[in-house]
């Protein structure tokens, strides 16, 4: 008996608009007849027009429309419950539709078994995994008809990973780690230390019990209101900076230099020789910040234009300012445990060395709080500019507190560090003498921390919060934004980083006169201790309420930077950039994040 196998192909349905039909039903059906040499001709007609060739060729419209129809009448269902699956991302199969071909008996010279046989297979169809064509138990590859044309597709190309907006996985890891060991280790040693400050004021001698109850008297009153100046400070330095940009950034440039020479000044008056250290230390950075203030100037016009955009979306989102608040209540529990420890380790074993680790961890700690803010009002501001909506505060306080800690922590321990020494390096390159080994090295030290800075900086942050990179990646990624928009030149010179560093330099020289002056009067010994202790809290609790400016600022050029065309930016960019461009030079200022 001989018979030929008939292929009828059912595309996968449609169940969007951009589908491409890619995975087919192939029907084979075996007739043979007794009569076939005299129906040969008629049904070798009708079989060309339901036969299909595998590779390409196309369907005819007669038959197509056919089995459209009859699908769309068996199938309704099934077609809605698929739909809803491909909304959800998910992988529809093909329903396997038996077709009885007894009225499309073909019969050629082919030689095949006799019987009917029905074969039903799936493939996918790619320039990898060919379609094959399987009858009974022979397989053979189809050729096309000299006849029929084949249609040539595409070979598809590999489309680049697409960032998303919604990434769930933590940054960082190593870096995570190594904070939560570290708070770890600073709640077990602060916790020890306070054990040994009481246990000294309840076992210890009477000279040990008087000199513990001196440190309690006269130093811990000093600090607690040095904390609590200090975030009065910080609310009230973001508000005015929000409130009156253009004439904040004036004042702080002159005040942070005014009020720490002030700071100098009076320290030296009380004539001993640790206030004398301390006061010469600040008049020198007066001098310097004065310095930097005549350096700056032309660059506060721009400063203040940027600062005004960036913080107009801040009113529409009523509720930005709740880490902050959050993250200064935080602090300032932890500084009062702190300063505990600090006087618990006055009684303890190697003094100096276990204070300087104090130091220390508070200072990461006290980083890592504030980019746990800039993490969180980048995201908000972020989606505000490439999605044009208002996300939740509070989930984006929560990604930044897990998803991105281990971000925040290894930007929070490197970035102040290379910030400061290019600060040095530069400082250095403005200068000119005549030893020309030393600036040779000046020179070559600062293509260094240049090269190293595209892998890290604080720009990385704004990356981070909006699509979940590590520390390194965005802060690549963002620099290579920057210099495909072409502007390198400019956020090197941004100076609202600076703005926001001598807020906290103003906040931490008001709480040295005010704790200076007060420890003077009852116990002079300590003022300089205590001098130090309160300009570090004010400048640290400072910094992290001006996180929010600066997490506007830095959102408005990366975003820039990312699409220049949203309507939510303005030309201020595109023409200072012209005007730096016939301004040859231009030198780059030292940003100070820290």
Same mark, same amino acid.
């Given at each position: ?36 040499? #005299?129906?040969? *001709? ?27 129809? =009859? ?19 998910? @992988? ?41 064509? !399987? ?44 904070? &939560? ?11 020890? /230390? ?46 005015? !900076? ?53 350096? &700056? ?10 600062? +005004? ?27 009062? /445990?702190?300063?505990?420890?600090? +006087? ?8 100096? %060395? ?22 969180? %009002? ?13 996300? *939740?505060?509070? #989930? $984006? ?17 490197? @970035? ?8 040095? %390096? =530069? ?13 040779? $090295? ?56 600076? %703005? $926001? ?12 006169? *005010? ?17 130090? /202790? ?5 400048? /640290? ?13 830095? $959102?408005?050029? !990366? ?36």
């Amino acid at each position: 008996m001989n018979g030929i196998p008939q292929y009828i192909i059912y595309p996968k349905r449609q169940s969007s608009p951009h589908y491409i039909p890619s995975t087919y039903f192939i029907h084979t059906h075996t007739h043979t007849s007794p009569h076939h040499n #005299s129906r040969r *001709s008629s049904r070798h007609r009708q079989a060309d027009v339901i036969t299909t060739t595998i590779m390409g060729a196309a369907e005819p419209v007669g038959e197509r429309e056919r089995v459209s129809e =009859r699908r769309r009448e068996e199938g309704g269902n099934a077609r809605n419950e698929e739909g809803r699956g491909v909304e959800q991302g998910e @992988v529809v199969g093909v329903r396997e539709k038996v077709i009885d071909s007894s009225n499309f008996d073909v019969n050629n010279d082919l030689n095949n078994h006799p019987g009917d046989s029905h074969v039903a297979m799936m493939q996918r169809l790619n320039p990898t995994n060919p379609l094959r064509i !399987v009858a009974g138990r022979s397989s053979r590859m189809p050729t096309s008809s000299p006849s029929q044309t084949p249609l040539h597709r595409s070979t598809p190309t590999p489309q680049p990973s697409v960032t998303t907006l919604s990434s769930r996985r933590y940054t960082n890891k190593i870096s995570l780690f190594l904070f &939560v060991f570290h708070m770890v280790a600073a709640v077990g040693l602060v916790s020890f /230390l306070i054990f040994k400050g009481i246990q000294g004021l309840i076992e210890a001698s009477e000279s040990v019990k008087r000199k513990e109850r001196n440190i309690l008297k006269f130093y811990l009153p000093q600090v607690e209101a040095a904390s609590l100046l200090s975030i009065t400070l910080a609310f009230a330095w973001q508000k005015a !900076v929000r409130q009156w940009p253009r004439i904040m950034v004036h004042f702080i440039l002159w005040s942070s230099s005014f009020l720490s020479l002030s700071a100098g000044i009076l320290l030296i008056c009380f004539q001993k020789p640790t206030t004398d250290a301390v006061g010469v230390c600040l008049i020198a950075f007066a001098i310097g910040n004065g310095l930097y203030a005549c350096w &700056v100037t032309p660059r506060i016009g721009f400063c203040t234009d940027i600062l +005004i955009k960036s913080l107009e979306p801040v009113p529409k989102l009523g509720d930005l300012n709740r880490p902050t608040y959050c993250m200064l209540g935080v602090g300032f529990l932890w500084m009062s /445990l702190w300063i505990l420890a600090v +006087i618990g380790a006055m009684n303890f074993y190697l003094t100096p %060395v276990v204070i300087i680790a104090l130091v220390l961890s508070l200072t990461w700690t006290a980083e890592v709080m504030r980019n746990i803010v800039n993490l969180t %009002v980048s995201r908000v501001i972020v989606l505000y500019y490439l999605r044009g909506m208002q996300s *939740s505060t509070l #989930s $984006c306080f929560q990604r930044a507190v897990t998803l991105n800690l281990g971000s925040a922590c290894l930007g929070s321990l490197f @970035v102040p560090t290379i910030e400061a020494l290019r600060i040095v %390096v =530069r400082g250095l390159n403005l200068l000119e003498g005549e030893d020309e080994f030393m600036f040779s $090295c000046a020179h070559c030290c600062l293509d260094v921390l240049q090269c190293i800075f595209r892998y890290g900086n604080g720009w990385a942050y704004v990356q981070i919060a909006a699509y979940g990179k590590g520390f390194v990646q965005a802060s690549q990624d963002t620099w290579h934004l920057f210099q495909r928009q072409g502007m390198e030149p400019i956020v090197d010179s941004d100076i609202t980083s600076s %703005v $926001c560093f001598l807020a906290g330099v103003c906040s931490g020289s008001i709480c040295v006169i *005010s704790v200076a002056a007060w420890t003077a009067k009852v116990h002079q010994t300590y003022t300089a201790t205590l001098s130090l /202790l309160s300009f570090f809290i004010g400048y /640290l609790m400072t910094r992290i309420a001006m996180a929010l400016p600066q997490a506007c600022v830095s $959102c408005y050029y !990366v975003c820039y930077a990312e699409n220049p065309s949203n309507i939510l930016f303005d030309k201020t960019i595109q023409d200072h950039q012209t005007v730096m461009a016939a301004d040859h030079d231009v030198e780059p200022t030292p940003r100070l994040p820290i």
